[in-house]
């Protein structure tokens, strides 16, 4: 089995001042995220990034990452395709006296901070009754409590004194 192509810059091809264009996909796997519960990659990391020596050795990316996703929606429960992406990624790294430059562990930082914790398959979502269990993003439920507020009864509640 072949290993996937890591996402590597090779600084001695870098000219101080002079950015060099990165392009490409990063295969899911490298990422090691497939343990998250709510949120799975549904395809490759997509990079679009420049590098650029600095004076001092360092060398600077920024650009955009983004990664396609399947999704369990935190309200409903159903399944959602996103694609999240990272518009303004930006880390400096010393360069050091090695020829290339090793980002995918900081490709995998930058994209997983985007990743959302709690998904929502979008704003309207009703989510489920919380008596019968039903999707009520599908129509209301037939349920005795037909998918009213569980807390209703405590609006016209007032302390005794």
Same mark, same amino acid.
């Given at each position: 089995?072949?290993?996937?192509?890591?996402?590597?810059?090779?600084?001695?091809?870098?000219?101080?001042?002079?950015?060099?264009?990165?392009?490409?996909?990063?295969?899911?796997?490298?990422?090691?995220?497939?343990?998250?519960?709510?949120?799975?990659?549904?395809?490759?990391?997509?990079?679009?990034?420049? &590098?650029? +020596?600095?004076?001092?050795?360092?060398?600077?990316?920024?650009?955009? *990452?983004? @990664? /396609?996703?399947?999704?369990? #929606? =935190?309200?409903?429960?159903?399944?959602?395709?996103?694609?999240?992406?990272?518009?303004?990624?930006?880390?400096?790294?010393?360069?050091?006296?090695? &020829?290339? +430059?090793?980002?995918?562990?900081?490709?995998?930082?930058?994209?997983? *901070?985007? @990743? /959302?914790?709690?998904?929502? #398959? =979008?704003?309207?979502?009703?989510?489920?009754?919380?008596?019968?269990?039903?999707?009520?993003?599908?129509?209301?439920?037939?349920?005795?409590?037909?998918?009213?507020?569980?807390?209703?009864?405590?609006?016209?509640?007032?302390?005794?004194?």
């Amino acid at each position: 089995m072949e290993t996937p192509a890591r996402l590597t810059v090779d600084v001695g091809r870098l000219r101080e001042g002079e950015p060099e264009r990165l392009r490409g996909t990063l295969e899911a796997s490298l990422l090691e995220i497939d343990d998250l519960a709510q949120v799975r990659p549904d395809g490759p990391l997509a990079y679009d990034l420049e &590098a650029t +020596l600095l004076p001092g050795g360092e060398v600077l990316v920024r650009g955009r *990452l983004s @990664l /396609p996703c399947r999704c369990l #929606c =935190g309200r409903c429960g159903g399944e959602f395709r996103r694609v999240f992406a990272e518009e303004g990624y930006c880390e400096t790294f010393a360069a050091g006296a090695s &020829a290339g +430059l090793d980002l995918t562990e900081s490709a995998r930082e930058g994209i997983i *901070l985007v @990743l /959302p914790s709690y998904p929502i #398959c =979008g704003e309207g979502c009703k989510g489920v009754c919380p008596t019968c269990g039903k999707n009520l993003n599908e129509g209301p439920c037939g349920c005795a409590r037909g998918g009213e507020n569980p807390w209703g009864a405590l609006d016209g509640w007032a302390p005794q004194e």
